[in-house]
């Protein structure tokens, strides 16, 4: 199979409020699958998803599967378009909506939204169940960074999993919220970031009102002969796409309708955020990082000031950023290894039991290790911190003058690299 077209739509107009007028007064509205605000599409969304269904259906190219974020609003966006296309859908988590910080102190998580059997119950067996989600769904809220590095694995792994639910589609229709469909967008397009301009002189945006339609098309005519031969499913992102429809509402008798774009205003460093500390209370964790350059004779380094980002730690496969490199990981069990810091404890003038902090090994396939320090949690002397870190008594008889700090490692991370952002 290879994926010639790829449609990215929006979904429709939501009702904004958890209250919404009735004939008696106000009737209070609650979210249909019980996450905090997945609203349901307003009358005015619904009528749209349907002029979205019928303006698909006119099109040559029309899609012939559908793949959607699991939210009430972009399920049933989906399966109103489905209605009329009657093709297999699907809901992955990969396309799930941008988990933003929401300022809450008290709550770093991110909402999970609700699995297969709750949607169709809500939605009657509309969505197929076999579908194996290609990312997690976050659990902590995500910088623009890691929304743009999440929608990059998605496209990287959605063409293998369609291929074997559906491997004769040469087009597919994916429904989600505004961000996701910009960061995808840029992604195939080969962006760095998502608030990057299609155009900077004339800082033309990938438009996404509500039910707006965009088309991605190969770039270049691919031979499929060759590519059954070889039965190699290639990902969308080692594809050239062009844009050929963006943020198209010609099909909306309400035209375009609450247009969403990346405040590029607000992109600034925390420190210079209003409220922010500007000398938070901090702690270096040590990370040992290995890897692979292909190539006995090439040595890969990390610059030593690049910045690393992380997601979704308790899940399976977390996700990484070292400086403009993306990596996907999996967790190993790793013993008996210790990393040994001479003269660390003496600042804090300790002899005799040495406290042994455990600390994880983030490591990849290759020779080549550095370390570099992760993002810091604050912490006080020889307390616990918040970052899971387990600790073990040992016995360290060394003087005051040299004593040393030891992190004994048990659990190890390998790194899978893909392409650079």
């Known amino acids: 199979m290879v ?14 409020r958890e209250t919404t007028p009735g004939r008696d007064g106000e009737e209070e509205v609650f979210p249909p699958t019980g996450v905090p605000g997945d609203f349901p599409l307003s009358a005015t969304g619904v009528l749209q998803s349907r002029e979205l269904g019928h303006y698909l259906l006119s099109l040559d190219t029309q899609p012939e599967a559908i793949l959607s974020s699991p939210g009430y609003r972009t399920v049933q966006t989906a399966t109103l378009v489905n209605d009329l296309l009657e093709v297999p859908l699907f809901v992955d988590t990969g396309l799930n909506t941008w988990a933003q910080d929401d300022g809450d102190e008290d709550d770093d998580g991110a909402a999970q939204p609700a699995d297969v059997d709750t949607l169709n119950k809500l939605f009657k067996d509309s969505v197929k169940g076999d579908w194996e989600s290609c990312v997690p769904a976050a659990t902590s809220a995500e910088t623009q960074e890691i929304l743009f590095a999440r929608c990059k694995l998605f496209l990287s792994k959605v063409a293998e999993q369609l291929d074997k639910q559906v491997p004769d589609a040469e087009t597919v229709l994916l429904v989600t919220d505004a961000p996701v469909k910009v960061a995808l967008g840029l992604n195939l397009l080969r962006y760095g970031r ?5 155009d900077d002189e004339e800082q033309t945006t990938i438009r996404s009102g509500y039910c707006s339609l965009d088309k991605y098309e190969l770039a270049v005519r691919y031979n499929e002969e060759e590519d059954e031969e070889d039965q190699i499913v290639v990902p969308l992102t080692d594809r050239e796409w062009r844009m050929t429809m963006n943020g198209n509402t010609e099909f909306l008798k309400s035209g375009e309708v609450g247009n969403w774009s990346f405040d590029r205003d607000s992109v600034v460093p925390s420190a210079d955020r209003e409220g922010s500390p500007a000398d938070p209370e901090t702690e270096t964790v040590y990370v040992s990082v290995d890897l692979n350059s292909g190539s006995y004779k090439n040595r890969l380094q990390i610059e030593k000031n690049a910045v690393m980002q992380y997601s979704g730690m308790d899940q399976e496969r977390p996700l990484f950023r070292i400086g403009d490199k993306i990596y996907e990981g999996s967790w190993e069990r790793l013993v008996g290894t210790e990393f040994a810091f001479p003269d660390e404890a003496q600042l804090h ?3 005799g039991m040495e406290r042994a902090e455990t600390a994880a090994a983030v490591t990849g396939n290759g020779d080549s290790p550095d370390a570099l320090p992760e993002r810091h949690h604050s912490a006080e002397d020889g307390s616990s911190d918040s970052s899971g870190f387990s600790d073990d008594e040992v016995a360290v008889a060394t003087p005051e003058k040299r004593a040393e700090r030891l992190y004994r490692i048990k659990d190890r991370l390998v790194l899978h690299s893909l392409n650079a952002v």
Do not use: N, Q
Not at 3 to 16: F, N, P, Q, S, W
């Open 3 to 16: 994926l010639k077209t790829v449609y990215i739509a929006r979904h429709g107009d939501v009702i904004k």
């Open 194 to 198: 998502c608030i990057d301009y299609l």
């Open 349 to 351: 003038r300790r002899t």
